[in-house]
């Protein structure tokens, strides 16, 4: 199997305050995880690729101060939504690469339930 | 950007074969085409993925044409569980590992 979990499942907090959300893989090793963000009716957008040992690389657009990503271990990478403000209010996803025998063509994503973030 | 296009929905009767085009004509020759599906506030489900042949499993089929410009997902029979949002992805290189771009999918709906 491949199972990816992540919490919480929800969390409400108060604007100014940090949130921590934990991405873990329960039955593979990950060297790479990533963290998607969605809001109501949209897609899912990718925010930025978590490589165990390393720093996260962001994508264009996502302030790295404010969305804090660690990645201490091969199973679990974690990200901070530091100084939340309402706008931050999301469905943030977070997904694990699975490397398959047939090499890095063949890798495959597996994601977590989701977490919904809500700054009030 | 995303590097596939997809209808934005579908209605599909239940028990009926339930069939979701996907255009990828930049595909590159080694790179596989994915398929996820999303049910309403939980985290995508992996389907399914292939290269250049057809590929079955036990939640659908996966048919690639022969130019590798466009494959389609296949229900054979879609319940109501299937009721869902549909994402083809090809993968983008970058920095060592590849990302997923996701389009806007195809919101399938099956009817009871």
């Known amino acids: 199997g491949a199972v990816v979990s992540q919490h919480p499942s929800r969390v409400i907090c108060k604007s100014g305050t940090s949130v921590k959300i934990e991405c873990r893989s329960l039955?593979?090793?990950?060297?790479?995880m990533f963290w998607y963000r969605q809001f109501p009716k949209q897609s899912l957008m990718l925010m930025a690729t978590?490589?165990?040992?390393?720093?996260?690389?962001?994508e264009q657009g996502v302030e790295k101060d404010k969305f804090l990503i660690n990645h201490a271990s091969l199973t679990l990478s974690t990200l901070t939504v530091t100084s939340a403000h309402p706008e931050d209010s999301s469905f943030y996803i977070c997904?694990?690469?699975?490397?398959?025998?047939?090499?890095?063509?063949?890798?495959?994503?597996?994601f977590g339930p989701g977490t919904r973030l809500l700054v009030l | 950007d995303a590097k596939t296009t997809q209808p934005p929905s579908m209605d599909c009767a239940e028990g009926r074969a339930a069939n979701l085009p996907c255009n990828h004509s930049?595909?590159?020759?080694?790179?596989?085409v994915y398929w996820y599906r999303q049910i309403h506030s939980q985290g995508p489900q992996y389907i399914i993925h292939?290269?250049?042949n057809n590929e079955t499993n036990e939640m659908a089929s996966l048919i690639i044409t022969e130019d590798r410009k466009s494959s389609t997902l296949i229900l054979p029979h879609a319940t109501l569980r299937d009721t869902a949002v549909y994402y083809c992805?090809?993968?983008?290189?970058?920095?060592?590992?590849?990302?997923?771009?996701f389009g806007t999918g195809t919101r399938l709906k099956v009817l009871a």
């Open positions: 978590s490589n165990e040992g390393s720093k996260a690389t962001y």
């Open positions: 930049t595909i590159s020759g080694n790179e596989y």
């Open positions: 992805i090809v993968r983008v290189a970058t920095s060592g590992t590849y990302k997923y771009i």
């Open positions: 039955d593979f090793q990950a060297t790479t």
């Open positions: 292939g290269l250049k």
């Open positions: 997904s694990a690469r699975k490397g398959l025998a047939g090499g890095p063509y063949q890798e495959t994503q597996y």
